[in-house]
């Protein structure tokens, strides 16, 4: 069913589940430009597509927000309070989702580059080498990666919590 229910997910809501994990998961892999001075082959492989993934996860966040927020009358209620927990985190996902990749083209911008979405010339080289108000509001990029990581590890090791030793079907509804 398209729709979500009280008992379980959608197929739209779990199509924007698992595509953005997957999108979002990957774009993890700009942590290995940390390692040996950004010459590591993970952070080359994926590293060039890391801004414009980051825009499709933009556009996709926007169009998920919209169609939660109309099924949001007949999803799984999350009780308790390890229920509240989990919804304030998911909550802090999407915050992250959507600010992130604003961030990410401040950060750019901000550093004095052109910022290209699969090649498209989204904002061209700035005049200045440097542009203070963007890189000011494009640093909080890489602490919100942190954030979201974090929140990401915790809420994969809550879904494998609840399959494994719960044994209920939190994670059987999203599936
Ligand atoms: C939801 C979308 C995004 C996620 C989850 C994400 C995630 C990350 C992560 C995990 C890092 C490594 C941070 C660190 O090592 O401290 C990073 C760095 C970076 N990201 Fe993103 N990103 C996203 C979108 C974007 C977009 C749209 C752009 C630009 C168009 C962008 C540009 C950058 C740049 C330039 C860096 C390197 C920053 C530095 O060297 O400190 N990101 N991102
Ligand atoms: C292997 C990775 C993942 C697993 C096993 C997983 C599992 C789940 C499960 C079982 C639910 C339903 C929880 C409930 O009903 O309370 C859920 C919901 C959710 N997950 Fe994940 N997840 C994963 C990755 C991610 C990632 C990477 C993100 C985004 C950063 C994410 C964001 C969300 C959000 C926002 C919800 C709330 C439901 C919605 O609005 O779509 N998940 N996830």
């Known amino acids: 069913m398209l729709h979500d229910s009280n008992e379980r997910y ?25 390692i040996n001075d950004g010459e590591h082959w993970l952070g ?20 998920r927000l919209i169609w939660t927020m109309k099924q949001r009358a007949q999803r799984p209620v999350n009780a308790g309070l390890d229920g509240r927990i989990a919804t304030a985190a998911h909550r802090l996902m999407y ?24 090649g498209y010339e989204l ?33 994969i090791a809550g879904a494998l919590y609840h399959h494994f030793i719960e044994k209920d079907d939190v994670l059987k509804r999203m599936i």
């Open 10 to 34: 959608g197929s739209l809501t779990r199509f924007f589940h698992w595509v953005m994990a997957v999108l979002v998961l990957q774009q993890f892999f700009k942590f290995a430009d940390r």
């Open 95 to 118: 915050l992250s989702m959507l600010v992130m990749p604003v961030l990410g083209v401040l950060y750019v911008h901000g550093k004095g580059y052109p910022v290209k979405i699969f």
């Open 123 to 155: 904002l061209s080289k700035p005049a200045t080498e440097e542009v203070p108000w963007a890189l000011a509001f494009g640093e909080w990029h890489s602490p919100f990666a942190f954030l979201l990581i974090f929140l990401v590890l915790a809420h």
């Open 44 to 63: 080359d492989t994926f590293g060039p597509w890391h801004g414009s993934i980051g825009a499709v996860i933009f556009v996709l966040v926007i169009l």
